[in-house]
């Protein structure tokens, strides 16, 4: 069957995943970014001259994926350095979710890095 415009703009395409983060003694939920919302994540880690810049990779992509009840992300851009001091572990916990989450390889960095 060959969609339409309109049943690809109403389709319903955005999953979520809860995922246990026992160093802040919960869950959080996370949900697959948007076109839109990827291409922002990619760009905020191609640095000069197109390397990856990998600073604050984790913070970034955690920030991009987690919501609150109501579906809409908890953290704002503002809030990127100060989640990027959260513990290394619980970090890795939910980017590692979201990255697969996603389909964000390491390949796919790297690939950016090149491109």
């Known amino acids: 069957m060959t969609l339409t415009k309109q049943q690809i703009l109403e389709a319903s395409d955005t999953k979520t995943q809860e995922v246990e983060v ?12 948007t076109g839109y919302a990827r291409d922002q994540f990619e760009g905020s880690i191609t640095g000069k001259n197109g390397a990856v810049n990998t600073t604050n990779i984790r913070a970034k992509l955690v920030a991009a994926c987690v919501v609150d009840d109501a579906g809409e992300l908890m953290f704002g851009e503002k809030d990127i350095a100060k989640l990027g001091k959260k513990s290394a572990a619980a970090l890795e ?3 590692s ?11 796919d960095v790297e690939e950016l890095a090149k491109n």
């Open 93 to 95: 916990r939910v980017f």
């Open 22 to 33: 026992p160093e802040w003694v919960g869950s959080v939920t996370i949900q697959t970014m």
């Open 97 to 107: 979710a979201a990255q697969s989450m996603n389909r964000i390889s390491d390949n």
